[in-house]
């Protein structure tokens, strides 16, 4: 059984940094692309970054560019997001996902973890 | 950057009744385009993915259709589980990788 398992979440001033973690487990982790997604309270959907299967290629909203960096642990079958310089507008909660090649490329995510609420506050 | 917009923002409809989502996007995403469901409180989950691809599990009361810039989801009958927020997502150009705004169905 698939199963993604995000920690790190928490309450943390404006300026402040915060590391997120995806654990997997149900699959080959190496294999897959995966993403992270966040949703602020009350809003949609808004993909956040993701990374290839050997992190080679990472991909950002301009949004969080600059402030955030996604990895991966391959060997620890994880996923991260290191973020920065933390705004009020990034309170949400941040969901990975896993984001399989579909007819050659990737964006499409079967699965996802429960989430995990970061809120940026003073 | 793609802009997914989806109408309407919400459908009002009774159990067994047929649900109708749009969703229409700023320039063509070919059938690059996916369609989630979200319950109160859950994670999404992914319905449709290439504009008509069932994800492995998901009832046939569900189907998606279109091309280019206009898609739909159809919802044949509505089961008492199927009220939900549901976004599509496009993957033809990006970063970024887009989603619409939503469409919430709820009980009449």
């Known amino acids: 059984e698939v199963q993604l398992v995000e920690s790190g979440g928490g309450l943390v001033q404006p300026g402040g940094s915060l590391r997120l973690s995806c654990e997997a487990s149900?699959?080959?982790?190496?294999?897959?692309?995966m993403s992270w997604v966040r949703q602020a309270p009350g809003k949609g959907l808004e993909w956040v970054a993701n990374?290839?299967?050997?992190?080679?290629?990472?991909y950002y909203v301009d949004s969080v560019k600059g402030r955030f960096t996604i990895s991966r642990d391959n060997a620890k079958n994880s996923l991260y997001l290191q973020m920065n310089s933390l705004r009020a507008e990034d309170t949400a909660v941040f969901y990975c996902?896993?984001?399989?090649?579909?007819?050659?490329?990737?964006?499409?995510?079967?699965?996802w973890g429960q989430g995990t609420l970061v809120t940026v506050s003073s | 950057e793609i802009v997914l917009t989806q109408s309407p923002a919400t459908l009002c409809l009774s159990p067994g009744e047929r649900a109708t989502l749009s969703c229409r996007a700023s320039?063509?995403?070919?059938?690059?385009l996916a369609w989630y469901q979200q319950k109160s409180g859950q994670a999404p989950r992914l319905l449709i993915y290439?504009?008509?691809n069932r994800a492995p599990g998901i009832p046939a009361r569900f189907s998606g259709s279109g091309s280019g810039t206009d898609f739909t989801l159809t919802i044949s009958s509505l089961e008492p589980e199927d009220f939900a927020v549901y976004y599509c997502?496009?993957?033809?150009?990006?970063?970024?990788?887009?989603f619409g705004g939503g469409t919430k169905v709820e009980i009449k």
């Open positions: 996902a896993r984001d399989p090649i579909v007819a050659g490329q990737p964006g499409a995510f079967d699965y």
């Open positions: 149900g699959f080959t982790f190496s294999s897959y692309w």
């Open positions: 990374i290839k299967q050997d992190g080679s290629e990472k």
């Open positions: 320039q063509s995403v070919g059938r690059y």
């Open positions: 290439d504009a008509s």
């Open positions: 997502q496009q993957r033809s150009n990006w970063p970024p990788l887009t």
